[in-house]
C-alpha cells in the first residue's frame, strides 16, 4: 500500500514540475536577420512578448540601414527612453580607444569601415593611400567621434553602427526582460547571444568556426554570453591588415570568439578582430583581461591563441 501512494506521490510531482516552467520562444524578423528570444517561466508570456516587438519597431526605426533621415529618428528614439542605444555606443567607442592597447598597435577597428564594402583587394590598395584611411586610422580621431557620433562627420563613423547592431538589440533585450524580473532566458540576435540562468546544448557556431575548432583539437562549453565572427557569411572578407606596412592579406581562414559579460563590447570585438594583424596581436594575448579565442591558419596549419580569462571554457 505505501509502494503505491509512493508511486502517486511521484507522479504528481512530475506532473508538477512538468508545468512549472514554460519555454517561451518567439523568432522575429529584424533588419533582415532573426532575433530569438526565449523566456523559461511558469506562465505563458503574451504580454512580454508584445513589448518586445514594440521596441523592435524603435529599433528597426532608428538602425535600418536604408534611412536618411538617421539623426532625427535617433533624437525622436532618445526622447521616447525607449532604447538605450546611446550611452551603448558611447561605451563601444570607449572599447574603441583601447584597441591600441588591445590589439598592441596591431589593428585600428576604424579600418573596418573602409574595408567593409571592399569586395577585392585590388578595390582596397588605393583605399590605403586615400585621405580617408589617414583620417580613420588616428586613434586620436576617436576621441572627436565620440562628440561627433549622431552626426555622421566622418563617413569612417559607419563602423559605430555595423559592428555593434547585434550587440546593442540583445543589450536592449536583456534590460527589458531584466526590467520585468525574469531570471531563465535566451537572447541571440546575428552574431551575439546573451543567457542567464538558462540551460542551452550548444553554442550554434556557423559550420566553419566549427570546423576550425575541432581541427585545433579544443572543446568549448556552452558560452552564456559571447560573439563571434560569422565566416558562412558570403559577405564578409577577412583582410589581415599590417598596421606599419599597410600591407593586406585575404584571409578567409580567422575565426573569433570574444565571451565577456558585455554583449556589446563582445559584438564589436568580434566583428573587427578579424583584421588583426595576429603576428602582433597572437603573441600577447594570453595577459589580455577580455576572453578572446581566435583560430587562424598560418603556412597551411591551424594554431589557436586565446587569452587567460577564456581558460575557464575549456572543456
Given amino acids: 500500500m505505501n509502494r503505491f501512494f509512493n508511486i502517486i506521490i511521484i507522479f504528481f510531482l512530475t506532473i ?14 529584424l ?23 514594440r521596441k523592435l519597431r524603435y529599433i528597426e526605426a532608428i538602425l535600418d540601414p536604408e534611412t536618411n533621415s538617421f539623426l532625427k529618428k535617433f533624437n525622436d528614439l ?9 550611452d551603448l555606443f558611447v561605451d563601444a567607442f570607449k572599447i574603441m580607444k583601447d584597441y591600441n592597447d588591445i590589439t598592441k598597435n596591431a589593428f585600428d577597428p576604424t579600418t573596418f569601415s573602409i574595408l567593409s564594402n571592399a569586395s577585392t583587394i585590388d578595390k582596397v590598395k588605393p583605399l590605403l593611400d586615400s585621405k580617408l584611411f589617414q583620417k580613420c586610422m588616428n586613434i586620436r580621431n576617436i576621441d572627436v567621434k565620440i562628440t561627433n557620433v549622431f552626426s555622421k562627420k ?9 559592428s555593434v547592431i547585434d550587440g546593442i538589440i540583445v543589450q536592449n533585450m536583456k534590460f527589458l526582460l531584466e526590467s520585468k524580473n525574469y531570471t531563465s532566458f535566451y537572447i541571440r540576435f546575428g552574431n551575439t547571444v546573451y543567457s542567464r540562468n538558462f540551460i542551452n546544448e550548444n553554442n550554434n557556431f556557423d559550420k566553419r568556426t566549427l570546423d ?26 577577412t583582410y589581415n591588415l ?10 578567409n581562414d580567422f575565426f573569433v570568439i570574444v565571451a565577456s559579460d558585455s554583449p556589446v563590447n563582445n559584438s564589436i570585438l568580434a566583428n573587427t578582430l578579424n583584421l588583426v594583424d595576429y603576428s602582433i596581436f597572437a603573441k ?22 586565446y587569452s587567460k580569462p577564456f581558460e575557464i571554457f575549456f572543456d
Fill in 242 to 251: 599590417n598596421y606599419r606596412s599597410k600591407r593586406i592579406s585575404l584571409n
Fill in 154 to 162: 566622418y563617413s569612417c563613423i559607419k563602423l559605430s553602427f555595423d
Fill in 78 to 86: 532618445e526622447k521616447n527612453s525607449e532604447i538605450s542605444a546611446p
Fill in 16 to 29: 508538477n514540475f512538468s508545468f512549472s516552467n514554460v519555454l517561451n520562444k518567439k523568432d522575429y524578423n
Fill in 212 to 237: 576550425a575548432i575541432d581541427r585545433v583539437g579544443i572543446k568549448i562549453k556552452t558560452l552564456p554570453v559571447f560573439s563571434f565572427l560569422v565566416n558562412d557569411n558570403d559577405k564578409i572578407k
Fill in 284 to 305: 600577447n594575448l594570453y595577459r589580455n583581461e577580455i576572453p578572446i579565442l581566435i583560430v587562424y591558419k598560418d603556412d597551411g596549419k591551424y594554431i589557436y591563441k
Fill in 31 to 53: 533588419l533582415g536577420d532573426s532575433l530569438t528570444v526565449i523566456i523559461n517561466s511558469e506562465n505563458e508570456e503574451k504580454d512580454i512578448f508584445k513589448q518586445i516587438k
